[in-house]
């Protein structure tokens, strides 16, 4: 079946310039997660969707980053007044349940670069 | 705050050469640990779960091993090809949903 997809797969942005990232989780996955992965600084969290319950935003690194999910499927990411430091991969991943057994399956990424 | 450390950071061998990719972390209370690939410039592709209650898991010519008390992981790639060249990851997940990374052991295997 379909993976995860994500759209678009490279963005180039002026600095301070808005971009949306979107990403399209596995069917039937009720569970969507944002990382990035950051020449030199590895992966990290940015945010958490699971089913209804509220977003777990703890990993957001500004309050210049946030992220919807619209009808508990497709998830966009927005970054406003896009900075340098800004420039990495965005990844997107989506598990069946969320729960702390599940595996993550991973889309193939947004390449941000903020010029 | 779980930190997860892998080494080495680069490793090459010849085909055909069994290999360990050694992964560690602070805090053991995790609830599992995953091993990834990632080819570059592409997303990264689940290779093995470990449930926190297991010790190993095996696919194919791979096989994982987890030892929380020591704070361990292990990824034992045996007969290594070619196309195994690529970046490998480790990730723990402790409490909450996000995944805690290392920055990954960059494998080549040479013809």
């Known amino acids: 079946g379909a993976g995860v997809s994500q759209s678009p797969s490279n963005k180039v942005t002026e600095k301070g310039k808005d971009v949306e990232l979107r990403c399209d989780p596995i069917?039937?996955?009720?569970?969507l997660y944002w990382y990035r992965q950051s020449l030199g600084q590895g992966l990290e969290f940015l945010i958490y969707?699971?089913?209804?319950?509220?977003?777990?935003k703890s990993g957001l690194p500004s309050d210049r980053f946030s992220a919807e999910r619209t009808g508990g499927s497709v998830s966009t990411l927005t970054i406003q007044r896009t900075q340098q430091e800004d420039s990495a991969v965005y990844l997107c991943?989506?598990?069946?349940?969320?729960?702390?057994?599940?595996?993550?399956?991973f889309g193939p990424g947004t390449r941000l670069t903020v010029t | 705050k779980q930190e997860v450390t892998q080494i080495p950071a680069a490793l090459s061998v010849p085909e055909g050469e069994n290999l360990v990719l050694n992964c560690s972390f602070t805090?053991?209370?995790?609830?599992?640990l995953q091993w990834f690939r990632q080819d570059p410039g592409k997303g990264l592709t689940s290779l093995l779960l470990?449930?926190?209650?297991?010790r190993e898991q095996t696919s194919g010519r791979l096989n994982a091993s987890l030892d929380k008390s020591s704070g361990r992981s292990t990824l034992y790639i045996a007969a290594s090809q070619p196309g195994d060249s690529a970046t490998y990851l480790c990730?723990?997940?402790?409490?909450?949903?996000?995944?805690?990374f290392g920055k990954g052991t960059s494998l080549l295997v040479t013809p």
């Open positions: 069917s039937g996955h009720t569970a």
């Open positions: 969707f699971q089913g209804n319950s509220a977003p777990d």
């Open positions: 805090d053991s209370a995790i609830y599992n």
């Open positions: 990730a723990a997940l402790n409490s909450g949903y996000a995944l805690n």
């Open positions: 991943a989506s598990s069946l349940w969320g729960g702390r057994a599940d595996e993550q399956y």
């Open positions: 470990i449930q926190s209650s297991q």
